[in-house]
Every structure is written in structure tokens, then in C-alpha cells.
């Protein structure tokens, strides 16, 4: 959803902050934080909007506000293409080699929930974890759906394919952090989301970075 290349900030999140800040007015600047500071970096004033893939939770809305959640996700793995009707029915038995997650995420939650007994591997981004199922130094990769199918049109050459785990269903809405006392840019954020979601911006720029998006 958001990654760096090279010295570029680039992916979905990126595009659409460039986006909400043209329909603002706004000159946007990028700042780099570890995922867990995320919500500290915001609460102390440091940045003005956490635009990362962030799923809404009771726990996060305790401490910070959202907009209005702009897409809803659900978990996928990505495996080898070899491997891939290996899981169907007992992933936990046949996930030998450990699950690639990130850490202090859903899916990290979920494994932790789910399937317990798994031994978890931890990357710092998508594509690390994509590199090792190719070298087959774990079995699946889990993470939230645009970033499992944007990694899959990259390592399709390589190997590497979508798939369902059996598991229950885990529908997630990913909305803007706000701080809960600047109310002018949650009601920016909201009128931008409306605006873009109607005109089909929105899809347009998931479409761009997620070409099996649906």
C-alpha cells in the first residue's frame, strides 16, 4: 500500500495522499515511522495524518480518531504456485517451514489466534517476505489483501500465487488516523473520500497498483 523505492515514497497511499492534498490545497510531505510509533508520532504532533494501511479497531479508536474508512479488506496468503493446494485443509500441519507476517499487525493477530501452534517469521515489508517463499524459507505469507495481490502481479514470474486460508472470514475497514481534536482535516478527509469514491478515483488508483483488485 505504501513503500519506498529507491528514495521515492510510492504505492496506493502514497497516490492518494498526493490526491487529498491537491484537493486541499496542501503540500504533502512524507514521514518515515516504524509501524508501532505510528499512532505515538501523531499524538505528539509530529505528523498530521497516519495514511498507512490501517485497519479501524476499538483499540486504535480509543486513542486517536479515523475518517471514514475508504476501502475494506480481507486477509489472503500468497504461496509458490507448487504449494498451493497444500493448505486447503490443515494449514497448521502442512505450513512446516512457519508463516511471514509482520509484526504487531491484524495478521500477525490473527496467526497468533488462529493457528497458534505455527511458527512465525517476521519481515519488515511485503516484498522480504515474498523473497523468502521463494527461497522457501517459509511457507505462506499473510497479509491484507491489496498487498497480497499487489505482490503477487510482481513475483507471478517467480512462483508465487494468491490463496484462501481455511479460516474465518476477517473483513477489515482501513480509514485515515486522525488526531481526535482536529476535526476540520477528518471532515477534509471524509469530503475527499466521498468525492473520490463517486468519481471512481478511488479504484482507479487501486486498480493501478493491484491489477487482480476486485
Same mark, same amino acid.
Given at each position: 500500500?505504501?513503500?519506498?523505492?529507491?528514495?521515492?515514497?510510492?504505492?496506493? %497511499?502514497?497516490?492518494?495522499?498526493?490526491?487529498?492534498?491537491?484537493?486541499?490545497? &496542501? &503540500?504533502?510531505?512524507?514521514?518515515?515511522?516504524?509501524?508501532?510509533?505510528?499512532?505515538?508520532?501523531?499524538?505528539?504532533?509530529?505528523?498530521? *495524518? *497516519?495514511?498507512?494501511?490501517?485497519?479501524?479497531?476499538? @483499540?486504535?479508536? =480509543?486513542?486517536?480518531?479515523?475518517?471514514?474508512?475508504?476501502?475494506?479488506?480481507?486477509?489472503?496468503?500468497?504461496?509458490?504456485? %507448487?504449494?498451493?493446494?497444500?493448505?486447503?485443509?490443515?494449514?497448521?500441519?502442512?505450513?512446516?517451514?512457519?508463516?511471514?507476517?509482520?509484526?504487531?499487525?491484524?495478521?500477525?493477530?490473527?496467526?497468533?489466534?488462529?493457528?497458534?501452534?505455527?511458527? &512465525?517469521?517476521? =519481515?519488515?515489508?511485503?516484498?522480504? @517476505?515474498? %523473497?523468502?517463499? !521463494?527461497?522457501?524459507?517459509?511457507?505462506?505469507?499473510?497479509?491484507?489483501?491489496?498487498?497480497?495481490?499487489?505482490?503477487?502481479? &510482481?513475483?507471478? !514470474?517467480?512462483?508465487?500465487?494468491?490463496?484462501?486460508?481455511?479460516?474465518?472470514?476477517?473483513? %477489515?475497514?482501513?480509514?485515515?488516523? *486522525?488526531?481526535?481534536?482536529?476535526?476540520?482535516?477528518?471532515?477534509?478527509?471524509?469530503?475527499?473520500?466521498?468525492? @473520490?469514491?463517486?468519481?471512481?478515483?478511488?479504484?482507479?488508483?487501486?486498480?493501478?497498483?493491484?491489477?487482480?483488485?476486485?
Amino acid at each position: 500500500m505504501i513503500f519506498k523505492d529507491g528514495e521515492q515514497i510510492t504505492g496506493v %497511499e502514497a497516490d492518494l495522499a498526493q490526491a487529498l492534498g491537491k484537493e486541499l490545497g &496542501r &503540500r504533502v510531505v512524507f514521514v518515515e515511522e516504524k509501524w508501532e510509533k505510528l499512532i505515538d508520532a501523531l499524538s505528539e504532533n509530529r505528523i498530521d *495524518i *497516519i495514511m498507512s494501511s490501517m485497519s479501524i479497531t476499538p @483499540a486504535r479508536q =480509543y486513542r486517536i480518531a479515523f475518517s471514514n474508512p475508504y476501502l475494506k479488506v480481507s486477509q489472503l496468503a500468497l504461496c509458490r504456485d %507448487e504449494d498451493k493446494y497444500a493448505f486447503v485443509l490443515n494449514v497448521a500441519a502442512q505450513a512446516k517451514r512457519g508463516f511471514g507476517l509482520k509484526q504487531g499487525t491484524t495478521s500477525d493477530f490473527l496467526v497468533r489466534q488462529e493457528f497458534p501452534t505455527v511458527e &512465525r517469521k517476521y =519481515y519488515k515489508t511485503g516484498e522480504q @517476505a515474498a %523473497e523468502a517463499l !521463494v527461497d522457501k524459507d517459509i511457507d505462506v505469507f499473510l497479509s491484507d489483501a491489496p498487498i497480497v495481490w499487489h505482490l503477487a502481479g &510482481r513475483y507471478e !514470474v517467480k512462483g508465487l500465487v494468491v490463496i484462501a486460508l481455511p479460516m474465518p472470514s476477517y473483513d %477489515e475497514l482501513l480509514g485515515w488516523g *486522525i488526531r481526535r481534536g482536529d476535526t476540520a482535516l477528518r471532515d477534509s478527509a471524509n469530503a475527499f473520500i466521498a468525492k @473520490a469514491q463517486a468519481s471512481g478515483a478511488l479504484n482507479r488508483i487501486y486498480s493501478q497498483w493491484m491489477p487482480g483488485f476486485r
